[in-house]
């Protein structure tokens, strides 16, 4: 084997483990970032999913302005009662009508937070979706590294042996 021959050899090696080693950190990195995004997706599938909407700032502004319209609009029958002697029985009629407002109100919400919940498992099946594509990319990847690295390697274990026949001839 001639000394240029060695010297070739020797650097396809050198060459193809620091391409591996360069490959094996990306790929790491690249799991790693994965890893980060799954995380990070469901920590946002919690806070969004499991929330009972009913808490939320938006129903509670709502419930709060439904509370106050039905307060006034109590004060204004109530004076309106008390000037024109309706009875007892137009006051609590009023009130049932006040009460099947909020329960209205309150399914309406409770309708809306099951809304909520539908769309956010939509888009987070959506995610993982776009998660385990990129995993399957990244393996289909490693696959076609370990082809091309174990036909390099093959092609050295060639050059090698025919340097080796040559120098016998």
Known sequence: MSILGA???????????????????????????????KAARQGWF??????NYLDSTEAQSAMTRLRDTLRRRGEENRAAAAIAGATEEAAVAQQ???SEAVAQAMQGLAEKGDAIK???DAQYMGYQSDIDNQQMQQLQLD?????????????????????FDKDKK
Not at 7 to 31: D, F, H, P, W, Y
Not at 46 to 51: G, I, P, S, T, V
């Open 118 to 120: 539908r769309q956010t």
């Open 7 to 37: 010297i070739g050899l020797g650097t396809s090696l050198l060459g193809g483990v620091t391409g591996a080693v360069s490959a094996s950190k990306a790929r790491r990195e690249q799991q790693r970032q994965i890893k980060e995004q």
């Open 46 to 51: 919690n806070r969004n999913y499991y929330q």
């Open 143 to 163: 696959e076609q590294g370990g082809h091309q690295l174990l036909g390099n390697s093959v092609g050295l274990l060639g050059s090698a042996l025919s340097m």
């Open 96 to 98: 049932a009508n006040d």
